[in-house]
């Protein structure tokens, strides 16, 4: 027996070997799982590794694409009993890289601080590995990298224990829940000590406990390997009268990302900083009274760092100073604003960008309205001072206000009083009857627009709408539909006012005071009186709110005296779909159904069972809705 496992791992290590002789060599490498694993292989102690197309409780899909990696099986949401597994990658051969980069996409949904997933390399074909990056690492490469630094079963790989772990559920009795990924994750790590390296394997580690593995596990995807991208270098600077402030930007920001920066002003160093930005202000003040300073200026900053080459931004700034006068709008909403830039040292920029104001680039801009604008002064070097920003104002804009009477019963009794505020007095009326005063009388029902003109020749119109009065007043009350029932609103309408009899025209065609039966909808009744002044009125009928419900007991006892006998759910009556498992302590399926109105009476395969805390997890939806998802905890009492 021992011999044979010898040679099984003799002839194992020969065929890994040959095949991972031919290293991968051509960079960037991208590996989205799609066509192939892209041999990447699993392997370890009860390694339950799959590739393919994940359909999970939490991780539902994979991160790009159908196909992706996941512990625990494709579907399952439990990984093995002490499992101590990985994936390994194809050999990479990075003979001709300076600073190896990788990221991917991970989801991670396990028992928080015992279970989860690590990523290591080997330069030795397999024979020692070490972690890619730490917990506390920080990288200017480095994104969502190891979120645990103790996790207590990878330590059958490792010493150092850091790696992703935690999940989306809360603790439940000892399995320890929170720090879950909840979505896809795109972790990325630079890797500058695997630079010139020939043979390089990376590998997935997964570790588990014998208890709480009800988690979907670790899963990963959408592999990706170059040189580390190149940063963000520039630098930033404002210009105020002869004082030029220059600072450096470096994105994004991390301990390794740059190491030293330095400033040169007209090809002089000025300044060094190591590991940091620096602030540097230099006054460029005439040589001498009548003077002119020497422009343009040129500004070059050299960066050096770990993850990424040594780059020189090198650029030219001018000098300007000028002065904003604005005018506002002569009218509330009128456009006929202007503002007006002065240079008062005689260096004028090539380029004016006034905000809001498309196509004006000189140094009047017109046709302004009330508003909030800014303007940038740019030369042919992109060099920019400080926005300057103004603000234009509109004057009180005309308010035509009114008091309105109703003109009642068709006699001609209604009237309109202009209530003017705002521009400025004394005010022009002009009303469509052809009136010029402020108010206007003996008015049937109906609409009358009024312009109003101030004394700076801004006008403003409005209508004015005189109401119908009858006289009557009506009250409407109604019930609405019952819940579960069909045509039970009522609606009664009682009037007030007038000469009776009155006579009642619904638009459902009854013609008494009360309607019964009705369906949902609006209904509208005119009462009308002898004297053949009427008034309408309206009202909706709708239907009851009727919630809908499922309730699942948390205890149940099984002992044959009647009372709380069987498990199962209370529920609304428009519950669609349903489905239901309960298991055991151990994981074992002990009950399952798809019909509601089933119950388990503690019995499995004809035994009953235990007193204990049993998992159920049920699928169901109500009519019209969305399928929802379920779970708790179940106690036998016996």
């Not at 010493?159 to 896809?184: I, K």
């Not at 202007?338 to 104001?357: D, H, L």
């Not at 300057?388 to 009114?402: H, S, Y």
Request: net charge negative.
């Amino acid at each position: 027996m021992i011999l044979r496992i010898f040679l099984f791992l003799a002839i194992s290590h020969y065929y890994l070997f040959s095949v991972q002789a031919q290293c991968i060599t051509s960079f960037p490498y991208s590996e989205d799982f799609e066509a192939s694993n892209g041999n990447w292989v699993s392997g370890g102690t009860g390694d339950d590794w799959a590739w393919g197309a994940v359909s999970k409780g939490y991780i539902q899909t994979a991160a790009s694409g159908s196909n992706c990696w996941v512990t625990g099986g494709l579907t399952n949401s439990f990984y093995n009993l002490g499992e101590l597994s990985y994936v390994q990658s194809p050999c990479f051969d990075f003979s001709g890289m300076q600073k190896p980069y990788i990221r991917f996409n991970i989801y991670w949904e396990t028992e928080n601080g015992y279970d989860g997933a690590g990523f290591q390399y080997s330069t030795d074909g397999g024979t020692s590995w070490q972690n890619v990056g730490a917990y506390t690492g920080v990288s200017c490469q480095n994104n969502a990298w190891f979120n645990n630094s103790n996790i207590n079963y990878l330590g059958g790989f490792t010493n150092v224990r850091h790696g992703w772990s935690g999940s989306m559920q809360q603790n439940s009795g000892g399995c320890q829940g929170g720090n879950g990924s909840g979505r896809w994750i795109n972790a990325s790590q630079c890797m500058p000590y695997l630079a010139g390296q020939s043979n390089v394997l990376f590998r997935f580690i997964f570790g588990a406990g014998t208890q709480c593995n009800d988690y979907d596990g670790f899963a990963f995807d959408d592999v990706y390997i170059s040189e580390a991208p190149a940063g963000n270098f520039d630098f930033t600077y404002a210009c105020a009268g002869e004082v030029i402030t220059i600072t450096p930007q470096i994105q994004p920001i991390g301990y390794d990302c740059y190491d030293s920066t330095f400033v040169y002003i007209d090809g002089v160093l000025e300044s060094s900083g190591a590991a940091g930005i620096i602030t540097y202000a230099r006054n460029l003040a005439l040589p001498s009274p009548g003077m002119s300073p020497t422009f343009p200026h040129t500004i070059a900053i050299r960066y050096k760092g770990l993850c990424h080459n040594e780059v020189t931004v090198t650029k030219r700034i001018p000098d300007f100073a000028y002065n904003i006068s604005a005018t506002s709008p002569t009218c509330a909403g009128a456009s006929d604003g202007q503002a007006v830039i002065t240079f008062t040292n005689g260096n004028i920029p090539r380029n004016i960008t006034w905000s809001s104001v498309p196509g004006q680039q000189n140094d009047t801009a017109y046709n302004l309205h009330a508003a909030i604008y800014t303007v940038r002064l740019i030369d042919s070097f992109n060099c920019e001072l400080p926005a300057d920003t103004f603000v234009l104002n509109d004057p009180p804009p005309i308010d035509a206000g009114f008091t309105i009477t109703a003109d009642t019963c068709n006699a001609l009794t209604g009237s309109v009083l202009s209530v003017t505020t705002g521009g400025a007095a004394p005010y022009q009326y002009n009303w469509s009857n052809g009136s010029t005063t402020s108010a206007i009388t003996a008015l049937a029902q109906g609409d009358y627009q009024l312009t109003i003109t101030d004394a700076n020749s801004c006008s403003v119109s409005a209508v004015a709408t005189v109401p119908y009065e009858s006289g009557i007043m009506l009250a409407l009350v109604g019930s609405n539909i019952a819940c579960r029932t069909t045509n039970s609103g009522e609606i009664t309408v009682t009037p007030q006012g007038g000469t009776q009899p009155y006579t009642y025209a619904w638009s459902n065609a009854a013609a008494s005071p009360a309607v019964r039966n009705l369906s949902e909808g609006i209904y509208t009744v005119t009462v009308t009186d002898v004297g053949s002044c009427s008034a309408t009125g309206s009202l909706a009928i709708t239907t009851d709110y009727c919630p809908s419900f499922i309730y699942f007991p948390t205890a149940f006892s099984p002992n044959g005296d009647g009372i709380n006998d069987v498990f199962r759910p209370k529920y609304s009556d428009d519950l669609d779909k349903y489905s239901i498992q309960i298991y055991n302590r151990w994981g074992e399926l002990v009950f399952e159904s798809n019909d509601v109105r089933d119950s388990w009476d503690g019995f499995f395969r004809g035994v009953k069972q235990p007193l204990s805390v049993y998992t159920w997890s049920a699928r169901f939806s109500f009519i019209g809705g969305k399928g929802q998802t379920q779970a708790g905890n179940l106690t036998l009492v016996r």
